[in-house]
Nanobody
Framework: QVQLVESGGGLVKPGGSLKLSCLAS????????MGWYRQAPGKQREFVAH???????TYADSVKGRFTISRDNANNTVFLQMNSLKPEDTAVYYC?????????WGQGTQVTVSS
């Protein structure tokens, strides 16, 4: 089993920045990819950013140029740096790990962008 714990969410004004963290623990091995997804009220969960262990990164069109995914392998942590935040970025953000043993999700962290 793998446990994922997100942190770093909060309330921020439009144009502001936040950095989310996802700490992984447990039986972490043979990781294929790590990613971030989000779910706004009344909407389906959607893809935000994705990173393979080889370092290849993919972003949703809506966040390209504003969000950056990165990782700290030594500390089993994945980050999402979010800049130039917009009200439409308001959502619960979830971390996702895909490894040989399966797919794992965190419990989510709330991000609210409002003036």
């Amino acid at each position: 089993q793998v446990q994922l714990v997100e942190s770093g969410g909060g309330l921020v004004k439009p144009g502001g920045s936040l950095k989310l963290s996802c700490l992984a623990s447990g039986n972490i091995f043979s990781i294929y990819s790590m990613g971030w997804y989000r779910q706004a009220p009344g909407k389906q969960r959607e893809f935000v950013a994705h990173m393979t262990t080889g370092g290849s990164k993919t972003y949703a069109d809506s966040v390209k140029g504003r969000f950056t995914i990165s990782r700290d392998n030594a500390n089993n942590t994945v980050f999402l740096q979010m800049n130039s935040l917009k009200p439409e970025d308001t959502a619960v953000y979830y971390c996702k790990y895909v490894q040989r043993s399966g797919t794992y999700w965190g419990q989510g962290t709330q991000v609210t962008v409002s003036s």
